[in-house]
Nanobody, 126 residues
Framework: QVQLVESGGGLVQPGGSLTLSCAASGVTWKYYGIGWFRQAPGKEREGVSC????????YYSDSVKGRFTISRDLAKNAVNLQMNSLQFEDTAVYYC???????????????????WGQGTQVTVSS
């Protein structure tokens, strides 16, 4: 059974940085897309970023492109999301997610997710 455990959320000032980490266990399939969604109060869930286990191809939503960087830590079987230049609009609960189909990161915002993490709060406030 796949388990995803997030860490690294917190409170940060506008313009600041945070790194989220997602430790994955129980993944027996070799090819998958793994990444992050977020949901702010009163807003729809947004697919933020994804990285493919096949070729490390990445996806970023337009709202975070150029500010966020996703990467894999193979030694720790984890995926990290480096978030820079954080804005008030980035405040949300961030969820790690995995798509075990051949879609990988294709259509990440509408991916059929096989497992979710518990979520970690990111708050951008002055």
């Amino acid at each position: 059974q796949v388990q995803l455990v997030e860490s690294g959320g917190g409170l940060v000032q506008p313009g600041g940085s945070l790194t989220l980490s997602c430790a994955a266990s129980g993944v027996t399939w070799k090819y998958y897309g793994i990444g992050w969604f977020r949901q702010a109060p009163g807003k729809e869930r947004e697919g933020v970023s994804c990285i493919s286990s096949l070729d490390n191809d990445t996806y970023y939503s337009d709202s975070v492109k150029g500010r966020f960087t996703i990467s894999r830590d193979l030694a720790k079987n984890a995926v990290n999301l480096q978030m820079n230049s954080l804005q008030f609009e980035d405040t949300a609960v961030y969820y790690c997610a995995i798509d075990l189909s051949w879609d990988l990161c294709t259509n990440w915002p509408t991916a059929l997710i096989n497992a979710w993490g518990q979520g970690t709060q990111v708050t951008v406030s002055s």
